[in-house]
Every structure is written in C-alpha cells, then in structure tokens.
C-alpha cells in the first residue's frame, strides 16, 4: 500500500463528498480505516472532508484500546459479517441501509464507508455524549439519539438490510436487551440480518471489578442455569429501580429458546476479540 499515492488520490476527488466516499469505496477495507485513523497536515482539504479520529482517550475508555490495535479488532469485525452477510443472503453489504445499533464513538460506521455511501449509513445511541462526539469528529451518516428502553428506532419508516450492535448486548439489563431487539424487528427488512455481540461464560473469569464488585461464581452460574448473567454499573442509567448497563454474558442457547421474534442463522469468532462472540440473527415471521 503506498498511502501517499492514497491521499492524492482521494483528495483529487475531495471537494465533491459524493465522489469522496465512492473512492473511498474502491479501497480495501484496511485501507479506508486506515485513511481514516490519520492523515497527515499536507492533504488539509482531504482532512477538512472526512471525518476526524476520536482522541486516544475517547478510544481507550468506550472501547478498551485505540489507534492501530483497535483498527485490527474493528476490521476483523467487519470482515466477520459482511462475509457472514453475503453467506447468509446471497447479497454483498454495498449500497444497502446500516443500522448501527449503540455506535458510541462511530468506531465502526467508519468502516462501513467502505460498503455504502454515508447517506445509507445510520447510527444511533442513546447516551448523548456519542452522537455529540460522532458530531465533533464530523462522522457522516444519520445519526440520532435512541432511548435507553425504546418503543421505535429514532428513524421512522427507514427499513434496515444489515443491523449490527457491537459491545451493547454485552452490557445491557434483560430489560434492555428485549426492548432493544423489538425495536429492531420493527425495523429490519423481511431478508434483513441483525449482528450482535454477547459473551461467554468465561468471560466472567477476566471481568475487572475495580469500580463495581460481583459475584463472579454466581454469573458463572446464572450463565450456566438461565443463559443470561448480568450485573449493574451502579452509576448508570436507571429506570423503576433497574440498572440498564453493566456487564452481560448471554448464551446462544438462551437466546434460541428466549428471543422469539428471531431466528439465530448462525455464530461466529475471532482471535483479535475473543469476548466478542458474534450472532447472526434473522427475522422470524
Ligand atoms: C462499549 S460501547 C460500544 C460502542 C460501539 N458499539 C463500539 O463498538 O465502538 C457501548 C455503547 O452502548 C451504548 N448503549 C448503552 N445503553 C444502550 C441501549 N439501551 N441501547 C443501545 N445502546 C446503548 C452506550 O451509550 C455506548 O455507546
């Protein structure tokens, strides 16, 4: 990859946005995050164009690392499902409506500019703070609040191909966890598929519990018994006496036999994350 031969390129094309990300489009996947993770003062007007990095302390607190080990982890996602994606359905994720479902920083809407042009990409979270940030990092897509228990998805009448929600359903409440998906499923196409992450069992084992103490036996075996473990941050979001964020682990198991609106197609791993396991859901009609 000669990044120099990159940054002229794209900033050939950078006063025109539409011609911007059709070229980013072009690109291999690593390259676009790549791009996007730095470019250097000389290309300003290419800088001025796209969407800027969240600073190093945004990356380390909300997602665990930053820089290039957190590219490594983020496009290893990626690849995961838009290959889960073309498997399942027959149809690459090019030019087809995203849901980023909790985006947070917009780590991964970034990556997505690889398949779709902005305007078919959205994103939403219901912590303000994110959509500020995407905000202040100029992160192009529609991006909008959603609540913490929501009825609908803050995109009336948009029909979703491809949904993912990476490192939500790892810390949302039981409660959470069921709202969310049915807000979802009102809003996925009848082909659409819907990615998430949970975690395993011995998750529980690597869990940090400086800011809020737990049980790691009693989640092992909550896991083990019901297929879902849960604990509260105490300092976060509450509703009627529930805390709605903390840390999850979920069973594939419980999520065939509890989440009845769906159809689980299928699961996937990678090294770079090993906590993150992937499901791949369907809507069931
Ligand atoms: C660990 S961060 C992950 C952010 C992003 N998905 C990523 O992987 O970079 C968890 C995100 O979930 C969001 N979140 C919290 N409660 C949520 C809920 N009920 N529904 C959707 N997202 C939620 C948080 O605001 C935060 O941005």
């Not at 946005?17 to 690109?27: F, G, N, Q």
């Not at 027959?90 to 985006?103: M, Q, S």
């Not at 959205?122 to 909008?144: F, M, Q, R």
Request: charged content about 25%.
């Amino acid at each position: 990859m000669d990044r120099e031969e990159i940054y002229k390129k794209l900033s050939a094309v950078c006063a025109s946005k539409k011609e911007l990300y059709s070229t980013l489009r072009s690109l291999p996947l690593d390259v676009v995050g790549d791009v996007l993770l730095h470019i250097p003062d000389e290309y300003s007007e290419l800088k001025d164009a796209l969407p800027t990095m969240a600073t190093e302390l945004v990356q380390t607190n909300w997602t665990g690392s930053s820089g290039y080990t957190l590219l490594l982890q983020s496009s290893a996602f990626v690849r995961a499902v838009s290959s889960s994606y073309i498997a399942l359905t027959g149809k690459t994720l090019e030019n087809v409506n995203i849901l980023d479902f909790g985006c947070g920083w917009g780590r991964l809407i970034r990556l997505m500019y690889k398949f779709s042009p902005p305007e078919k990409i959205y994103g939403c979270d219901p912590w303000d703070k994110s959509i500020d940030t995407c905000l202040e990092n100029k992160v192009a897509g529609n991006l909008a609040l959603s609540d913490y228990l929501p009825e609908e998805l803050p995109f009336p009448g948009v029909k979703f191909d491809f949904i993912y929600s990476f490192s939500v359903f790892t810390h949302l409440s039981e409660r959470a966890c069921n709202k969310a998906l049915k807000a979802c499923r009102k809003a996925i196409s009848p082909d659409g598929i819907m990615a998430i992450t949970v975690r395993p069992k011995s998750y529980w084992d690597y869990h940090v519990d400086t800011m809020d103490k737990v049980d790691r036996e009693k989640m092992k075996s909550d896991h083990e018994t019901v297929g879902f473990a849960h604990t509260g941050h105490y300092h976060r979001v509450m509703e009627d006496g529930d805390i709605l964020y903390g840390d999850t682990s979920i069973s594939v198991d419980y999520i065939s036999r509890n989440w009845k609106d769906w159809e689980v197609v299928g699961t996937d791993v990678f090294l770079q994350d090993p906590f993150q396991t992937v499901v791949l859901l369907k809507p069931k009609f």
